[in-house]
Every structure is written in C-alpha cells, then in structure tokens.
C-alpha cells in the first residue's frame, strides 16, 4: 500500500511539474498581452493620465505619465516574449505596487477588513502576474530559455 502511494504521489509531482512551463507561458502571453495593451492605452491619450497623475499627487506627471505607459508597453512584449523576463518584472512590480498606493489606496487598506476589494482593484492582477514571473522565471517556452541553452551549450 505505501508503494502505491508513493508513486501515484511521484506520479502528481512530475505531472505538475511538466504543466509548469505551459502554465508560465499562459501568464506571460495573457497578462504581458494586458500590460501591452495598458501601456498603449496610456500613451495614446496622454494629457488624460497626465491630468489624473496630477489628482493624485504624482510629481513630475507629465515624465511619470510617458514612463509608465512606455514601461507598461515594453514591459508586456517583454513579458510576452519571455526576453529579460525577471529583469523587466521588478520595474512592473515597482510600478504597480506604486499604483496600488497611490490610486487604489482605499482597495490597499482594505486587504484584511474586504478582501474581494483588494483583490478586484486593477493593479492587483497585474501585479500577482508580475510576482509569478519574478519569482518562478518566465518557464522553458521562452527566449530567456532559449538564450540559457545555447549559453550552456557555448
């Protein structure tokens, strides 16, 4: 009986495992997608960040507006690409983190007291998406992957 176990439990973890890159790839290609489209967004109608950046106190916001837009653009082809993934991920992390306290402060404070308002503030998926990357790497179904194997092979 526990030989049974063991290998359906090894069984799950190579299953798991091997839906990891896929799974990777998923995020980067829907949420670099997002990121891509948000940053556009931005900077084709950039007097009307520029003037919401000035409602929330932004210094600089006509520079800030055009960062992060450009950040978001580049950031979610980047993404997408799975080129300088983790790299690209703590900028986006920075820069989400920021728009989480700045304009969705109220969606913030409220992370323990009404947690479904943190969760559906806007920031908050691109931001997890940005974590998973950070931290997991963008997977084997990427450029970075594909420049790590022909590094080792060098």
Not at 55 to 83: C, D, K, Q, S, W
Not at 119 to 141: E, M, N, R, S
């Amino acid at each position: 009986m526990i030989k049974i176990n063991e290998r359906l439990y090894l069984l799950l973890i190579r299953v798991a495992s091997s839906l990891q890159s896929p799974f990777l790839l998923a995020v980067r290609l829907y949420w670099g997608w997002q990121l891509m489209q948000t940053g556009w967004g931005k900077l084709s109608d950039i007097q009307k960040v520029i003037d919401f950046f000035t409602t929330l106190g932004i210094p600089a916001p006509a520079f800030n507006a055009r960062f992060v837009g450009g950040l978001e653009l580049v950031g979610g082809i980047l993404l997408m690409l799975g080129l300088a993934s983790r790299l690209i991920a703590v900028p986006l992390v920075i820069s989400l983190t920021v728009a989480f306290i700045t304009a969705d402060r109220e969606a913030l404070q409220s992370v323990f007291s009404d947690p479904d308002k943190f969760y559906a503030a806007a920031p908050y998926t691109f931001l997890f998406a940005c974590l998973i990357v950070l931290i997991f790497g963008p997977g084997k179904i990427s450029v970075d992957a594909l420049i790590a194997r022909r590094y080792a092979r060098t």
